[in-house]
């Protein structure tokens, strides 16, 4: 069902050409200001998000926008055969079945913006083949029905036997689970060809098993630890007979949420518990991109942050600075350093000093003399640049280059981020994504998962307790070796700036350790308002 807008001489009427546009459509941290924030002990919640889809018609006489129901929910980008991946900028939490506001009609006309009423983790078409099956657990785009052993015979011969990931048994042979069966599907596999035919899950199974040797010989591991990771590594068959175990369920979380960052070619990501007996894994919608709330776009939208540089130039009257230098791929050209000296730039008037965290040649980030309390921001390049992709200057569009792996580890952290892979000093380590939303104290949230923006949108927080990414779960510490960095950058000018932050080694930082921040200031871990360090 259509709803109709039609606007006259006092309800704006307008005479145009007749023309048709149809849209395409736990961590509370103040970052380089001190906040307290309560997030020792961190637990997941879930609530989510969705697309919308506008029309404007313009005739001789009528002004009229009509816009459809929003049924159509925001959901991660996916691969269309034959259509070029978009890479979403944002999505927009919109009211449910009520027009899209006048002022969001540019984006509602951007490829690049989703709109709806809520943002979901639907289940791929490959996974939804039913079954006898049905899972204990619902979570955000895992299936809960499926096929079992028992309905082999029917299926033998069609094509849904879609390798899901491998093991290798306690007898030394390759054993297979199947995307949309459960665990007693899982068989032997002598195929000659199967290694060159699934050489993409094969790798992502050797990087798993890798990961799980290190722990067994890492010194600081718990005999507990080292004991649960013979469930990936040697797979028995009580385990596959007990298809409702909580392993299926982290092996599902592992495998669905890495099919999201794989549209992007971002590596795999995976969910252990090194705990005899497993807990419940996170409870989350997985985003590659940040989710605005409605009254916060306005914010966006309104903000000079958001204005394209030509804008910027036209209405600011402040003396050209000094030329800096630019890593950008065409320094020509380049617009950063001009955006930081009309928005970010200390004046007099200024309270406090903000530092700009400028790239290197291969995108890193110069760490000398970085103060953890120092306010600082990093500028990525636009189309306005007139440079690729691969400009050392787009880093956090580019996205995480390294695997990361979310792991259980006791009660008192309960789960922590580590890397799989060295990280050196000023390398880009992954965004925090989330929900941006106003920061007063009256929003409804988990504010444990806070973080907060001091620069770009003040007095926002980007919040992933229901909808984020891996970085949720970076832990604290006196001595981190991260930290967050608000970050203005967007791919074209015509998008709006969203606020995004990013997350950079402030060291380095090797195989196998724990990403950690520091939630507070220094002068909060001296204080009764942060966690003292010992």
Request: proline content about 5%; charged content about 20%; glycine content about 4%.
């Amino acid at each position: 069902m259509l709803k109709f807008a039609i606007f006259c001489p006092f309800l704006f009427i307008c005479c145009s050409f007749s023309r048709i546009f149809c849209s395409n459509s736990h961590i509370r941290v103040v970052i380089g200001a001190p906040t307290h924030t309560s997030m020792c002990h961190r637990q997941a919640r879930i609530k989510q998000s969705s697309t919308s889809r506008s029309h404007l018609l313009y005739c001789p006489t009528f002004y009229i926008v009509y816009v459809m129901n929003q049924t159509v929910e925001i959901v991660p980008d996916t691969i269309t055969p034959g259509q070029p991946i978009v890479r979403t900028a944002v999505g927009v939490l919109v009211p449910k079945d009520q027009p899209i506001k006048r002022e969001f009609a540019r984006l509602a006309d951007n490829p690049n913006v989703k709109m709806g009423h809520a943002y979901v983790n639907p289940i791929p078409a490959e996974a939804a083949l039913g079954g006898r099956f049905l899972s204990r657990y619902e979570y955000p785009g895992i299936p809960r029905r499926k096929r079992t052993a028992d309905e082999i015979s029917a299926h033998e011969h069609n094509d849904d036997w879609r390798v899901q990931s491998t093991y290798t048994n306690i007898y030394g042979q390759l054993l297979c689970s199947y995307i949309g069966w459960n665990s007693t599907a899982a068989f032997v596999q002598n195929n000659q060809n199967f290694i060159r035919e699934n050489r993409n899950v094969m790798r992502i199974s050797n990087a798993r098993d890798t990961y799980l040797r290190s722990i067994q010989r890492d010194p600081e591991a718990t005999d507990m630890m080292k004991r649960s990771t013979r469930k990936w590594l040697l797979m028995n068959r009580s385990l596959l007979n007990t298809p409702h175990h909580l392993f299926w369920l982290y092996e599902d979380l592992s495998y669905y949420h890495t099919k999201i960052q794989q549209v992007h070619d971002l590596p795999p990501l995976m969910y252990f518990c090194f705990r005899d007996v497993l807990v419940m894994p996170p409870n989350f919608k997985y985003t590659l991109f940040n989710v605005v709330e409605e009254r916060s776009m306005d914010t966006i939208l309104a903000a000079k942050s958001n204005k394209s540089v030509d804008e910027l130039q036209k209405s600011i009257k402040r003396k050209r600075a000094d030329a800096l230098d630019t890593a950008c791929e065409n320094p020509d050209q380049c617009q950063c350093n001009t955006i930081w000296n009309i928005l970010y730039a200390p004046t007099r008037s200024t309270a406090c000093r903000t530092r700009y965290m400028a790239q290197n040649g291969d995108g890193s980030l110069d760490m000398t003399g970085f103060n953890i309390s120092d306010s600082r921001i990093v500028i990525e390049c636009s189309d306005a640049c007139g440079c690729s992709s691969k400009c050392p200057r787009r880093r956090c569009q580019r996205g995480q280059s390294k695997m990361l792996v979310a792991a259980y580890e006791n009660e008192a952290i309960e789960f922590c981020l580590r890397t799989t892979e060295h990280i050196r000093q000023g390398e880009f380590i992954i965004e925090y994504c989330g929900v941006v939303m106003n920061g007063n104290a009256g929003t409804r949230r988990d504010e444990s998962y806070d973080v907060e923006l001091n620069l770009i949108c003040p007095g926002h927080v980007i919040n992933s307790a229901a909808i984020g990414n891996l970085s949720r779960f970076m832990a604290h510490a006196c001595e981190p070796n991260a930290v967050l960095i608000e970050t203005h950058s967007r791919i074209k000018e015509e998008d709006p700036l969203v606020p995004r932050v990013s997350v950079y080694a402030i060291r380095d930082i090797a195989a196998g350790e724990k990403v950690e921040i520091s939630y507070y200031q220094a002068e909060q871990l001296k204080s009764k308002d942060g966690i003292p360090c010992k």
